[in-house]
């Protein structure tokens, strides 16, 4: 069992409440460089109409109020699947230190798949990545909502 099984769990739990009301369901969970969970969230595009609210960005805004602090240095961000463009930049802005994700996606994956936004040495920061973390359970989450569609 990996030390990432626990807060994935939660963020699947956030991706299938985000399900219920309409939205791709993807969560996130923030720690701050304890473990402690900081923030957390699911996509919300859908319940706000908000195209940034993926549960990245929004999990990354939460923390920042929480911690009094636009520089999340020290935390790590578990999400469902690996982030789009918007995502993985916002992870650079805010110097999240590490990022840890779950399946991975070969449409819009910023991270490894089609781009690796967070590593690309011309930025001024780069974060520490895991992929594949429960991988078989964040993928089915996904191919699910889209089988039912």
């Known amino acids: 069992m990996s030390v990432w099984s626990e807060p994935m769990r939660r963020a699947l739990e956030l991706g299938r409440q985000a399900e219920r009301h309409g939205d791709v369901p993807v969560g996130a969970v923030l720690l701050d460089s304890d473990g402690i969970v900081v923030a957390e969230a699911g996509n ?3 319940l706000t ?3 940034t609210a993926h549960a990245e960005v ?7 109020e929480v911690l009094g602090e ?5 935390c790590t961000l578990v999400v469902t699947l690996e982030p789009c463009t918007m995502c993985a930049g916002a992870l650079v802005l805010a110097r999240v230190s ?3 994700f779950g399946a991975y996606d070969p449409k819009a994956g910023a991270v490894a798949s089609l781009f690796d936004v967070v ?3 011309r ?3 780069a974060v520490d990545v895991r992929g594949g973390i429960m991988a078989a359970e964040c993928g089915a989450l996904l ?5 039912a569609r």
Not at 58 to 64: C, E, G, S, T
Not at 70 to 74: E, F, N, S
Not at 143 to 147: I, K, S
């Open 119 to 121: 590593r690309d040495r």
């Open 143 to 147: 191919r699910d909502f889209f089988a």
């Open 44 to 46: 919300e595009r859908e």
């Open 58 to 64: 929004l999990a990354l805004r939460r923390a920042a």
């Open 98 to 100: 590490r990022l840890v």
């Open 70 to 74: 636009w520089r999340l240095t020290g």
């Open 123 to 125: 930025l001024n920061h």
């Open 49 to 51: 109409g908000d195209p």
